[in-house]
Antibody, heavy 120, light 107 residues
């Protein structure tokens, strides 16, 4: 069974940093591209970043370029999101998700999410 | 960036109704469109990929159509479990983009 479990969220002061983790199991992690998506409370989904299976290709949405860094450790079956200079508008549930296999496939499995709250 | 616009934002319907949600892209995305269902407090669930392909385990009352810039999600006979929020997403080019969502409420 495919499982994705995020961790690392919490209450952070503006300007602070956080590293989110996503532990993957139930599939061959190093065969799949992985993504981060966030959802502010009561709002819609925002795709944040994607990393290819071998970390060769990385993409970000414009609004987080320079502050967010996606990475992965295939030996540990883990995905990460480093978030720097946190702002109030970064308050959201952060989901990791797997891109389905093959050429161009959307997000077929999602974690349960981890809540990041940015407040003084 | 490719922008995705869903309509309506909210939809009130009864069990058994046929429901249609529309998603428009402001640039050509071929058939690289997905639909997700999200219930409160839960992660989104993939329903449809490549505009019209049902994801594994999704009931056949769900269907998707369209290509290019205009797409629809149809629920042929709304069931109690279907009251949720639905999002479209383009995955033709990065940066991927979601529609703003359509909440399907009980009438």
């Amino acid at each position: 069974e495919v499982q994705l479990e995020e961790s690392g969220g919490g209450l952070v002061k503006p300007g602070g940093s956080l590293r989110l983790s996503c532990a993957a199991s139930g599939f061959t992690f190093n065969d799949y591209n992985m993504d981060w998506v966030r959802q502010p409370p009561g709002k819609g989904l925002e795709w944040l970043a994607s990393i290819s299976s071998g970390s060769d290709y990385i993409y970000y949405t414009d609004s987080v370029k320079g502050r967010f860094t996606i990475s992965r450790d295939n030996a540990k079956n883990s995905l990460y999101l480093q978030i720097n200079n946190l702002r109030a508008e970064d308050t959201a549930v952060y989901y990791c998700a797997r891109e389905g296999g093959g050429y161009k496939f959307p997000l077929d499995y999602w974690g349960q999410g981890t809540l990041v709250t940015v407040s003084s | 960036d490719i922008q995705m616009t869903q309509s309506p934002s909210t939809l009130s319907a009864s069990v058994g109704d046929r429901v249609t949600i529309t998603c428009r892209a402001n640039h050509f995305i071929s058939s690289w469109l997905a639909w997700y269902q999200q219930k409160p407090g839960k992660a989104p669930k993939l329903l449809i990929y490549k505009a019209s392909n049902l994801a594994t385990g999704v009931p056949s009352r769900f269907s998707g159509s369209g290509s290019g810039t205009e797409f629809t999600l149809t629920i042929s006979s709304l069931q109690p479990d279907d009251f949720a929020t639905y999002f479209c997403q383009q995955y033709n080019v990065f940066s991927w983009m979601f529609g703003q969502g359509t909440k399907v409420e009980i009438k």
